[in-house]
């Protein structure tokens, strides 16, 4: 402070400290608020459920099902330590999460990291930065995310405020799926077959089918709500192979965030909702209790040409009551209404609402998408067939089974990770970088498949300079059906700038995109015998995997990977691992 503090007179001395204590009280409080370390400690165990009836051993975090809610603010730190006690090998993926420069921590088994083996721990420790919303965190290796799941809640830094209503309660809800057959033991089959793998028997709302034939009703969700209130639903699509509808009979429901990014808000009766996506809607409870109960109910969105799980998850909103008379016997008594949905296949309705995702585009929240472009990409994505070595019974024909590719390349795994063979330069063997940035041959995507529908193999990246402006479109393929995919990519959001059905046109489809306010996602559907366009900016160093979240068409091998290569500066080069990173 200096000789001027100290020839001050006391009560100015006192007068000065009380000032530069008022200047300093609110940075001090704001230092405090930046920046907290969330401790958790997840212990995957085997644990006994009971639903369908039928009780099964399944795996677990900490013995919960849904797992259990990781909660953080925006610039948080996030430290979660997992022990394998189970007989798989086990990985985490914290979905969406941007992972900038923590891509050690992102969790796709052998593409970041190698797997924890029984009875061993990772701690994956990454920073929340620039993201506020729901995403959620599930296993990233074979079929054990069936039941490895939940939610993540990231609330905006203290004391901002949504940009929408503030609501009452928040409640998140997880749909699902549940097997009566061990999940692993359902792919194991379908991989020696080579066929498509047996479908799931029920899907779920937070762990829970609702009721079903022949079984009592205990396994149901219940939301009760009090008239008059909003309540914020934190809507997560973690089914393996099924897109859902969601709906609450007789109510509306209004859009305010997808993947963790506010939109425009947009009321709608049906949300439709790929897995790996997330979506959160305000829900305004009715202002006088009505006397009837309200299905709240998900069943698939399905446009492909083999069976689906055609069940139809319920849960009940019920409105609580004040008066006395009340009681149990009187609210079972309550006619239950249930919501309509489209024909399970309705590609129009799902391209008219995926259309209604808009960024905010305002000053507090930019939609930040690449005006420019430096590398343009096309990729076909969809299904074909491959060969069966000699010593494999497959029973497609002339011992083949079904695959799955991007660009005619249907993805090997690697016995080791990518992250670790790119970062210490020990690529040979295990990756090459070859990927084909167009597909090897042009044909009619959407209209009739060409003779030959084999799919290459092999384990190929796209290497991408550091701040590179991409543009990606993805074309569904009509070879053994269209269907719609829905792809995911690690370690970014992307801009859905354009999308329509059929082929993308080169020449006339880029002159309507939306450079404007386009949809911000981690997780875009590609429309079923259509296309869409994105466009991200490639500032996050590491290996990024990009897959289809339908389960089965990962297994089959529609994935790749992309490689962001270091930029000049200390700040966007990728650390080094962890000292606990797993070993293969």
């Known amino acids: 402070m200096g000789s001027a503090y100290l020839s001050m007179p006391g009560f100015m001395k006192a007068m000065f400290l009380m000032l530069f204590a008022v200047m300093i009280l609110p940075e001090l409080s704001h230092a405090k608020h930046a920046r907290v370390t969330r401790h958790y400690k997840f212990n995957i165990k085997m644990q006994n459920f009971t639903r369908l009836c039928q009780t099964k051993s399944i795996v677990t975090v900490n013995g919960q099902f849904p797992g259990p809610r990781i909660i953080a603010r925006e610039g948080d730190r996030v430290v979660i330590k997992v022990v394998n006690h189970v007989q798989y090998n086990v990985s985490l993926h914290w979905h969406g999460v941007r992972q900038l ?18 009875g061993q721990s990772f701690v994956y420790n990454f920073t929340i930065i620039g993201q506020r919303g729901t995403l959620w965190w599930h296993a990233h290796i074979s079929w054990l995310r069936a039941t490895l799941y939940g939610p993540i809640i990231i609330l905006p830094k203290r004391h901002v405020p949504y940009p929408f ?6 409640v998140p809800i997880i749909l699902g799926e549940w097997w009566k057959a061990d999940t692993e033991a359902v792919i194991n089959q379908a991989t020696q077959t080579g066929l498509a793998p047996n479908l799931s028997d029920a899907h779920t709302i937070n762990g829970l089918p609702g009721p079903v034939s022949n079984c009592p009703a205990k396994d149901t969700f219940k939301l009760r709500v009090k008239p008059g209130k909003t309540y914020l639903l934190r809507l997560i699509n973690a089914a393996l192979n099924d897109e859902m ?4 009979a007789n109510h509306s429901l209004t859009v305010v965030e997808a993947d963790a990014v506010y939109v425009k808000p947009f009321s709608t009766k049906i949300v439709l909702i790929t897995p790996g996506q997330t979506v959160n809607v305000l829900l305004r409870a009715k202002s006088k209790a009505p006397n009837a109960t309200f299905a709240i109910s998900a069943r698939p969105y399905a446009t492909g040409p083999a069976a689906f799980d055609n069940t139809t998850a319920t849960g009940f909103l019920e409105y609580k009551k004040h008066s006395l008379s009340s009681n149990k016997s009187n609210t079972k008594k309550l006619p239950l209404l249930r919501p309509v949905f489209p024909k399970f296949n309705d590609s129009v309705f799902a391209m008219n609402f995926h259309n209604k ?11 930040k998408v690449p005006k420019t472009v430096d590398r343009r990409f096309f990729f076909t994505v969809g299904l074909g067939i491959s060969q069966c070595s000699k010593n494999e019974q497959c029973q497609g024909p002339n011992n083949t089974r079904v695959a799955a590719a991007v660009n005619n390349v249907t993805f090997v795994m690697p016995k080791i990770a990518l992250l670790q063979a790119h970062f210490f330069n020990q690529s040979k063997g295990v990756y090459t ?3 084909p940035a167009n597909p090897p041959f042009k044909f009619n ?3 009739n498949p060409p003779n030959n529908i084999i799919v290459s193999s092999g384990t190929k990246a796209v290497v991408l300079p550091f701040n590179t402006r991409v543009e990606l479109v993805l074309q569904d393929t009509s070879i053994i059906g269209a269907e719609s995919h829905p792809l995911h990519l690690h370690g970014f959001n992307f801009f859905i700038v354009g999308q329509g059905n059929g082929n993308f046109d080169p020449k006339k489809d880029p002159k309507k995109f939306n450079l404007v306010d386009p949809a911000e996602r981690n997780t875009a559907g590609v429309p079923s015998g259509g296309w869409v366009a994105v466009r991200f900016l490639a500032d996050n160093p590491g290996v990024w995997f990009m897959h289809c979240h339908l389960e089965v068409h990962t297994s089959w091998g529609l994935k790749m990977a992309w490689i962001v290569q270091d930029g000049k500066r200390r700040n966007q080069k990728l650390p080094p691992p962890p000292s606990d990173l797993p070993k293969c």
């Not at 420069?101 to 029984?118: F, V």
């Not at 209503?165 to 928040?170: C, N, V, W």
């Not at 509808?245 to 609450?248: D, E, L, T």
């Open 165 to 170: 209503t503030q609501p009452f309660r928040e």
């Open 101 to 118: 420069r923590s891509g050690w921590a992102d969790g796709p088994a052998y593409i970041t990291q190698c797997p924890i083996q029984t």
């Open 433 to 435: 970088t070859d990927f």
């Open 245 to 248: 509808f969601f709906s609450i």
């Open 445 to 447: 995507y959407t209209g």
């Open 357 to 367: 995702v808009r960024s905010l585009a305002n000053a507090r929240f930019p939609a």
